[in-house]
């Protein structure tokens, strides 16, 4: 039984270009979560998603960033135009649904470096 | 609002000495709290939870109780093991945080032999 897959592990980008993360939730799972660590610190929340829906998008910078969990397929954490801030650890999670009593189950994350 | 304080670390103790890894909380009503374990260059990975006050989580020989009175809810292990470095985390989620996880900023531990 697969778990949650990210890819890809490590993603270098330059400052200006597109940022394309992918999260492949566990069998089963039909809820995503994105989360970014940045150095030395904790996870913060950045957005929740239901295939096709957008349910809790508080945690997303307001520019630049977009995620998309289609009928098909995986979810997808886009950064546009990359800057130096945006490096960073990104880790998806996924649930079998949104109750709060369930775990949620992390992928390895992809860890983005902006030069 | 919702947050978590963790101990800063890093931490390092030796083989089959005693853990314990303080973490307090801030929320409304009644979260569920949890601890995960992260191995270097992997993912968070769930190490044990409690859904309500005076629930103690264990597993693996971690154990760690919701303490209402106190807001906390602190991580132990009898006796560490050099397999147990990691950085770990604890966190909250449910009532008033929703789904959202709210994490601490991690204690990173090094078990020496």
């Known amino acids: 039984n697969a778990g949650v897959m990210q890819n890809p592990r490590h993603l270098v980008r330059r400052r200006g270009q597109e940022a394309r993360l992918r999260c492949s939730p566990m069998?089963?799972?039909?809820?995503v979560y994105w989360y970014r660590q940045l150095p030395e610190e904790g996870l913060k929340f950045m957005v929740y998603?239901?295939?096709?829906?957008?349910?809790?998008e508080s945690g997303m910078p307001k520019e630049r960033f977009s995620a998309e969990f289609p009928k098909e397929g995986p979810s997808i954490l886009r950064i546009q135009q990359v800057v130096r801030g945006d490096s960073a650890a990104y880790f998806c999670?996924?649930?079998?649904?949104?109750?709060?009593?369930?775990?949620?189950?992390f992928g390895p994350g992809t860890r983005l470096t902006v030069t | 609002g919702n947050s978590v304080t963790q101990m800063e670390g890093p931490v390092t103790l030796s083989e089959e000495a005693f853990l314990t890894i303080n973490c307090t909380y801030t929320?409304?009503?009644?979260?569920?709290l949890f601890w995960y374990v992260q191995y270097p260059g992997e993912g968070l990975q769930l190490l044990l939870k409690?859904?309500?006050?005076?629930d103690k989580g264990s597993n693996k020989g971690f154990e760690a109780t919701y303490r209402k009175e106190t807001t906390s809810f602190h991580l132990e292990k009898g006796s560490v093991q050099v397999s147990d470095s990691a950085v770990y985390f604890c966190?909250?989620?449910?009532?008033?945080?929703?789904?959202?996880?709210?994490f601490g900023t991690g204690t990173s531990l090094t078990v020496i032999p």
């Open positions: 929320a409304t009503g009644y979260p569920s």
């Open positions: 069998k089963g799972h039909s809820h």
């Open positions: 966190a909250l989620s449910g009532s008033s945080a929703g789904n959202q996880f709210y």
């Open positions: 999670a996924s649930s079998p649904a949104g109750l709060q009593t369930y775990e949620q189950y």
């Open positions: 409690a859904t309500k006050a005076d």
């Open positions: 998603l239901q295939k096709e829906n957008i349910i809790d």
